[in-house]
């Protein structure tokens, strides 16, 4: 019995030339650029960097040339990511747009949507966020009190989104909302809205997280109007669409590689005199994140056949998140942090950064219970 | 894209272009002969005995040929997918030492030697220094010692490499030339030294191949015991949530509660990762890739340290006792995992490699793991 299927992503020399092209690229953008900075990765923005993302061809990457994509394979796509992730580039500003919001609008937006929204996304122009989460509504995204109701040209729309990231520098949200029937019909009458973030009647407050930073928001709705053009794919088949940009957002490489910039660190500070405990302690953590990248690029393959790795998705992010969350306590249990010593001052730096943000790698993008229910679902267990 | 249903359909798994025609056959055959073979078998093995029908079947169906190369009497299937077998020989706990035989041919044949029928084994499994050759007359004098060699005692030939002046040897030994002191693994199964101090002749003994010394075949070995691993963690899967919808407590079966439900999906993780290992190792093996080899066997073994655990406790008391069979897999796993190099001996390879590589260097040397033509 088979309870999910890994395929070897072929390697692919196409895709090397590209990584070499990356790479060069950021050495040059990161050059001055400090690891516990860096250590951001996905959650640092810059829009600048973006742009020069999409100059290169980098965002949109497997979207058809019509809509300014590339028509490349998920494989290179995915070496793109990889190589942004693994150094700590500031992606956070084209992220969710080229991980989920593109590929959805390509499969359920209108022609309109499309046209307008996707060449700009791929330019590096315009952002994105996530319209999911409320206040009563996280992991149980079914319990959706946000209303869209039908009126005339379009939609009246009432309620709350919270946790949006970068919701105060994006264009768009992806807004997944209730157009008809109650909190009881649950998956039933839910649809999704391409949101213009300046339509009068929005207010986006930033929320700060513990460490005091702020990158997500609570976003207001209070009788905006939002025009008919605006519903994206059908009106009711919401629940379809929005679990369908989960296995985007759950499938990539960003789901293992947050600590990595801090582990990069914990190497230069070992390398000189590693003790044995320390270089097995190493060890261990590069057969993690091989077979995680193995595991990964196989859902990046599955992608790219056009399959649905919900399932897959789901144990790769499960997987990763307990490396990404060990390293900072792999990196106290081996060097003596001297806040004091030019040697490890900058480890420390990037250590408290990673310390503070890890407890959210278990619950962006689906809560640990959230995935591991998943995947009891896939066992046969509910 | 397709709905999203689990698991795939066989006809989608067949539409993705992973294996070849060959390969599919010769897992099939695999299933249904070691598919067919009874716990009472099983349990014989784990007393220390044989079972002389499944060796037959293996030997009948060209099993410990299939990393040989058609010329010298193979399938002419990619060693990445005759790997498969051992999968299947893990999966259902297999009697018999087929990765060992597999193996021990494939040096044979590469050494220059032809491929036997007979069951065979290789040593040494640990160190470089067990095996010494001399010349002596018109031959050659072996010495030396071998502990935790695989089914030695039921094997006909051991395939042994020795050192000569600093340089390896392939011999191979008639298993009766060796004293042999019965041991057992810790999953009951032969795992005996071998004392030897014996005369070959010229024909016995042949200059290893260039990339094969005692560092190559431990890891050759690692690799194979990576994908039986990752066949017997999908078995221990299987019998637990299969146990898990059975069995019914405080009125409903406890694969019902959620507590349960997540231990299995973090046993499901474990071996997804186990077979991701598995895939790495397969590929590996040819090119006998020792980094991309010592990731797969210490990722696998942390795999059965944190899977097997899971297992026993969703079985409770009754996956405690010899009786039941989960024991056949765990027993193994916990075996298998400290066979061919443990998680620490091929942690520290890879670490010093790493930390050899240095901060910058660290991402591009995860990369160059499945890279093409991978310069090591």
């Known amino acids: 019995m088979t309870y999910f299927t890994f395929p070897n992503a072929p390697p692919l020399p196409e895709a090397e030339k590209l990584r070499g092209e990356v790479r060069a690229f950021l050495a040059e953008e990161l050059r001055n650029v400090p690891a516990h900075v860096r250590a951001a990765s996905w959650s640092g923005f810059d829009a600048q960097f973006s742009r020069r993302m999409g100059e290169r061809g980098w965002i949109g990457m497997t979207w058809p040339k019509q809509y300014g994509g590339h028509e490349r394979s998920s494989l290179e796509r995915y070496v793109v990511l990889e190589e942004m992730l693994a150094v700590g580039a500031p992606v956070a500003a084209h992220w969710i747009a080229d991980r989920q919001s593109g590929p959805l609008l ?8 499309r046209q307008n929204v996707l060449p700009k996304i791929a330019a590096g122009e315009l952002f994105c966020c996530i319209g999911m989460s409320e206040p009563d509504s996280g992991s149980d995204l079914a319990a959706v009190r946000t209303r869209a109701e039908p009126v005339d040209g379009g939609f009246r729309v009432n309620g709350t989104k919270l946790w949006t990231t970068y919701g105060h520098r994006a264009h768009y949200m992806l807004l997944f909302c209730r157009t008809s029937g109650g909190p009881a019909d649950r998956h039933k009458g839910t649809s999704q809205l391409l949101v213009d973030l300046t339509l009068p009647g929005i207010t986006i407050r930033p929320i700060a997280d513990l460490s005091g930073a702020k990158h997500f928001n609570e976003v207001v709705f209070e009788n905006v109007f939002v025009p008919g053009s605006a519903l994206i794919g059908e009106e009711g088949n919401g629940w379809h669409q929005v679990t369908s940009e989960l296995a985007y957002e759950r499938s990539g490489p960003e789901r293992f590689l947050s600590s990595f910039v801090l582990f ?119 | 894209m397709s709905a999203g249903h689990w698991p795939m359909p066989a006809e989608e798994v067949m539409r993705l272009p992973y294996r070849s025609e060959t390969a599919a056959l010769l897992s099939e055959s695999a299933t249904r002969l070691f598919g067919a073979v009874n716990d009472g078998e099983l349990r014989k093995a784990e007393l220390g005995g044989w079972s002389e029908t499944s060796w037959r079947e293996v030997a009948e169906a060209g099993f410990p040929l299939a990393f040989v190369s058609e010329a010298g009497g193979g399938f002419g299937v990619a060693p990445a ?28 044949t590469e050494a220059g030697f032809a491929p036997v029928d007979r069951p065979a084994t290789i040593a040494p499994v640990t160190g470089c220094t067990a095996f010494s050759l001399q010349r002596e007359g018109a031959g050659w004098r072996i010495r030396g010692r071998a502990v935790g060699v695989p089914w030695a005692r039921h094997a006909g030939t ?49 200059p290893a191949p260039t990339r094969w010394n005692c560092e190559t075949l431990r890891a050759a070995g690692a690799a194979l015991r990576v994908a039986e691993m990752a ?21 409903k079966p406890i694969g019902k509660q959620q507590a349960v439900q997540q231990s299995l999906a973090v046993l499901a993780g474990q071996v997804a990762a186990c077979g991701g290992a598995a895939a790495i190792a397969g590929a590996a093996f040819d090119g006998l890739d020792i980094p991309s080899i010592a990731a797969a066997k ?79």
């Open chain 2, 158 to 206: 051991i395939v042994a490499l020795a050192d000569h002046d600093g340089s390896p040897f392939v011999v191979a030994l008639n298993r009766t030339i060796a004293e042999l002191e019965q041991r057992a693994s810790l999953a009951g199964v032969p795992s005996d030294a071998l004392t030897i101090d014996a005369l070959l002749s010229n024909d016995d003994v042949r």
């Open chain 2, 81 to 108: 997918e005759a790997i498969e077998l051992v999968r299947i020989a893990g999966y259902h706990a297999a009697p018999v030492p087929l990765a060992e035989a597999m193996l021990a041919n494939r040096l044979l």
């Open chain 1, 264 to 382: 990069a660190e914990l190497i230069r500070v070992l390398q000189r005199n590693p003790s044995d405990h320390a270089t097995i302690a190493v060890g261990r953590l590069i057969s993690h994140f091989v077979v995680l990248r193995q595991l990964s690029r196989g859902v990046a393959w599955l992608l790219q056949n056009g399959e649905n790795p919900a399932l897959e998705a789901a144990v790769v992010k499960d997987l990763g998140a307990l490396v990404e969350q060990e390293i900072p306590d792999v990196v106290r249990s081996l060097v003596e942090i001297d806040p004091d010593s030019e040697q490890t001052r900058e480890l420390a730096r990037t250590l408290h950064y990673i310390v503070q943000a890890a407890p959210s790698f278990s619950l962006r993008g689906g809560t640990r219970e959230i995935l591991r229910g998943i995947i009891a679902r896939g066992l046969g267990l509910r």
């Open chain 1, 106 to 113: 390509l499969r359920f937006g209108t022609e309109e949507q």
């Open chain 2, 231 to 251: 066949g017997a963690l999908e078995r221990v899967l299987e019998l637990t949530v299969t146990y898990a919808n059975e069995r019914v407590q405080f009125g």
């Open chain 2, 298 to 376: 210490a990722r696998a073994g942390e795999a059965v340290s944190v899977a097997a655990p899971i297992a026993h406790q969703v079985h409770g008391a009754i996956g405690f006792t010899e009786e039941h069979r989960l024991h056949f897999f765990t027993r193994r796993l916990w075996a298998w995992r400290d066979e061919f190099g443990s998680e620490r001996h091929w942690s520290a390879i890879l670490g010093g490699q790493a930390l050899a590589a240095g901060a910058e260097g660290l991402w591009p040397f995860v990369t160059a793991f499945g890279a093409p033509q991978e310069a090591r």
